[in-house]
């Protein structure tokens, strides 16, 4: 017997993952919920507990207690945010702030568990010159039920454009955000004084945020942070190159794996294909059971398990001879990025409140040694996304297992949405052709009469697809 030792590779993270509010409802949380530090140590001593500098133009905290439970959502005349350059922070470059138009209130949501004492909610604002002047700061603990005053009169010093207006507000003084699962805090937009700006433009102006933080003391226990992102099982079959029988097969843990992605595989001299996996799911991935040969192989996911991760690798009439050897095994992607980004006007969109995606092409498997004489029966042919609240939760976003295919396969979704009675609003359908390793994004109306999405290309995977609609 020689030692045969495969160097895995290939895994990346995606540079976009999914929201939280997808990976919650993707991962089986729908009505429950992980807290996940970030970037916090617990500790008796104050420290930030959360922390949004935007630099990297998202709206994921940069510090968190929980990075699951936190976030910002808002009312404004766009579904996203734009970033431009900000104010330096503590700590923090003066990289990017969060823009948004036309805005007329924000929600910053702050998970509490395990906060055992607060100490000063600090910000900095800047508005256009026909943007506000002024807000209303209110919180709620009931998840946003009933709002309290937690400051008024927040009139700008600072009047000029783009003028930068830091506020610090003592938050120890209320004992009752302590013991809560979340505290809400809602900044309603006001013209305020105007004295040396423009007159106010409710449909026009803009607010900037930067450097959004909150102190006080974190000594619990959180979850420490999985990137969902990546696979989390390596499973791996060894064929006999002349028969396709099964010669060795075994299920493992990646992070059991030596150091540097490392397996090692006991093998007798010949000659064998060697196929490995990678994946990550919620569900149950699609493989055979009791494999006898490689004929009656197949590889997929159910299309509702739409935030699996799948990767695979085939070297076939792979050499064992009289001496030991290591081989880089580098795997790819099995499928691709689906993305829905809808650019209808944000109080149009905001009456939809569910959208039902329907797959109307084949349920691809990865079958590399032709179709067996059995495959699963894929009936599963909707993702539903409901709960449709924040601009961020109608950016839809799933993973389509294609395998690895020699040709570009057709893809086809009927998207509809309804509204809070649940009566149809409106019927997309749009197709695309692409191969497995590349982000489709398709970009339009939701609402329109006609079926004008777009698409286009990404260097953080092979490619990216981007189609108007």
Not at 331 to 336: A, H, K, P, Y
Not at 364 to 392: R, S, W
Request: overall charge negative.
């Amino acid at each position: 017997m020689r030692s045969v030792t495969f160097r895995l590779s290939g895994f990346e993270s995606e540079v976009t993952p999914l929201s939280r509010h997808d990976v919650n409802n993707l991962m089986g949380f729908k009505n429950a919920r992980i807290q996940a530090l970030h970037n916090l140590v617990p500790g008796p001593e104050p420290q930030y507990l959360y922390y949004w500098s935007f630099n990297d133009e998202n709206l994921e905290p940069d510090i968190a207690v929980d990075a699951e439970g936190a976030g910002i959502t808002f009312e404004a005349s766009a579904v996203g945010p734009k970033f431009f350059s900000g104010f330096s922070g503590d700590g923090y470059d003066a990289g990017q702030s969060m823009s948004l138009t036309a805005v007329k209130s924000l929600i910053i949501t702050l998970a509490m568990e395990g906060v055992e004492s607060l100490g000063n909610l600090a910000f900095d604002i800047s508005s256009s010159d026909t943007g506000p002047k002024d807000f209303l700061l209110s919180y709620s603990i009931d998840g946003g039920l009933s709002y309290e005053v937690l400051k008024e009169g927040n009139q700008f010093e600072n009047m000029g454009p783009q003028s930068r207006n830091s506020y610090d507000i003592d938050v120890s003084i209320y004992p009752q955000f302590i013991g809560v699962k979340t505290v809400r805090l809602k900044f309603d937009f006001l013209p305020g004084s105007r004295d040396g700006a423009g007159d106010y433009k409710e449909s026009s102006g803009a607010v900037r945020f930067d450097n959004i933080r909150l102190s006080g003391v974190y000594n619990g226990e959180g979850e420490e942070e999985t990137d969902l992102s990546m696979p989390s099982t390596l499973r791996y079959y060894v064929f006999s190159s002349s028969d396709g029988n099964v010669v060795a097969q075994e299920e493992l843990a990646l992070d059991k794996l030596a150091a540097g992605g490392l397996l090692k595989i006991k093998l007798s001299p010949g000659t064998y294909d060697v196929l490995f996996l990678a994946y990550r799911s919620n569900g149950s991935i699609l493989l055979p059971e009791d494999l006898t040969n490689a004929n009656e192989f197949y590889f997929g996911q159910d299309f509702n398990d739409y935030q699996a991760v799948t990767y695979a690798l085939l070297k076939q009439h792979f050499e064992v001879g009289a001496t030991d050897v290591t081989e880089p095994a580098v795997l790819t992607r099995c499928f691709s990025l689906v993305t829905f980004n809808f650019t209808d006007l944000w109080t149009d969109l905001a009456e939809v409140k569910k959208i039902d995606v329907t797959r109307q092409h084949d349920n691809y498997l990865y079958t590399p040694y032709g179709n067996p004489a059995e495959v699963p029966i894929a009936d599963l042919h909707t993702l539903t996304f409901d709960e449709l609240v924040a601009a961020e939760d109608y950016q839809l976003r799933f993973h389509q297992f294609l395998g690895i295919p020699d040709d570009l396969q057709y893809l086809s979704y009927e998207l509809t949405a309804y509204g809070r009675d649940g009566k149809k609003l409106n019927t997309v359908i749009l197709s695309e052709r692409i191969r497995n390793n590349v982000q489709l994004r398709f970009s339009g109306r939701l609402l329109a009469d006609l079926d004008r999405f777009s698409i286009g290309i990404d260097p953080d995977w092979d490619e990216t697809i981007e189609h108007d609609f």
